[in-house]
């Protein structure tokens, strides 16, 4: 069985900042490509960052390149987003989520398994 469990959520100043952490389980890294998207109240999900499975490309949302980094720990079975210089604006709810492998994408219909997100709070 397939499961994401993401953690490291929590409230931080505008400047902080956060690691968040995914654990997968049910399956390996390497099977799929991986995302993060967030979820601000009343507003759609969006696409953070994406990590390729076979090459270790990445792609990043606009409004985040330069501050935020994922990365991912095959031995850990473990893939992490950096979040730097944080804004207000970041505040969401932050998921993670699996994508296929030939798949480098922000867009959340293209996601197929998910977790059950950790809430990260930016305050000014």
């Known amino acids: 069985q397939v499961q994401l469990v993401e953690s490291g959520g929590g409230l931080v100043q505008a400047g902080g900042s956060l690691r968040l952490s995914c654990v997968a389980s049910?399956?390996?890294?390497?099977?799929?490509?991986f995302g993060w998207l967030r979820q601000a109240p009343g507003k759609e999900r969006e696409g953070v960052s994406c990590?390729?499975?076979?090459?270790?490309?990445?792609v990043y949302a606009s409004s985040v390149r330069g501050r935020f980094t994922i990365s991912k720990d095959n031995a850990k079975n473990t893939v992490y987003l950096e979040m730097n210089d944080l804004k207000p604006e970041d505040t969401a709810v932050y998921y993670c989520?699996?994508?296929?492998?030939?798949?480098?994408?922000?867009?959340?219909?293209?996601?197929?398994?998910w977790g059950q997100g950790t809430q990260v709070t930016v305050s000014s």
């Open positions: 049910g399956f390996t890294l390497d099977s799929y490509n």
């Open positions: 990590i390729s499975t076979s090459d270790g490309s990445v």
């Open positions: 989520a699996t994508t296929l492998p030939l798949q480098l994408t922000l867009k959340s219909g293209n996601y197929n398994h």
